[in-house]
């Protein structure tokens, strides 16, 4: 029984074990060397933090969004807070118009009771 070093599979031979590299890893015998052994290391260390650095910059691209969102959300509710306010002061403006009109037919009525 031996142990493939680069991704732990057991294999009976060694023989079997040069045909999975081969097979599985691409390599060839002749290039089973230790220095191609820590070039595929190294490259699978640069594939996982290649895999890592885009999963923070996915969490941060995420955590930037729900900021987004949640600004969206108090903005709205500003927004409509804005909207009826707006919507009282013109209801009391014509309030205030009807009431000035009032007085001014009020006054007029007197005008010709006199
Ligand atoms: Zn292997």
Same mark, same amino acid.
Do not use: W, Y
């Given at each position: 029984?031996?142990?493939?070093? &680069? ?33 595929? @290391? ?10 890592? #650095?885009?999963?923070? #910059?996915? #969490? ?22 804005? @909207? ?7 209801? @009391? &403006?014509? *309030?205030?118009?009807?009431? #000035? ?10 005008? *010709?009771?006199?």
């Amino acid at each position: 029984m031996v142990k493939c070093k &680069l991704c732990g599979k057991v294999v009976q031979t060694t023989q079997g074990l040069r045909g999975h590299k081969t097979f599985v890893h691409g390599l060839h015998a002749n290039h089973d060397s230790p220095a191609v052994e820590l070039t595929f @290391r190294q490259r699978i260390d640069e594939n996982r933090s290649a895999v890592e #650095s885009e999963k923070n #910059s996915t #969490s941060e691209f995420r955590d930037r969004l729900e900021k987004l969102e949640n600004k969206v959300i108090s903005n709205t509710k500003l927004l409509t807070e804005l @909207r009826r306010t707006v919507s009282e002061l013109q209801q @009391r &403006l014509a *309030l205030k118009a009807t009431r #000035s009109e009032t007085n001014r037919i009020a006054t007029k009525i007197e005008v *010709l009771g006199k």
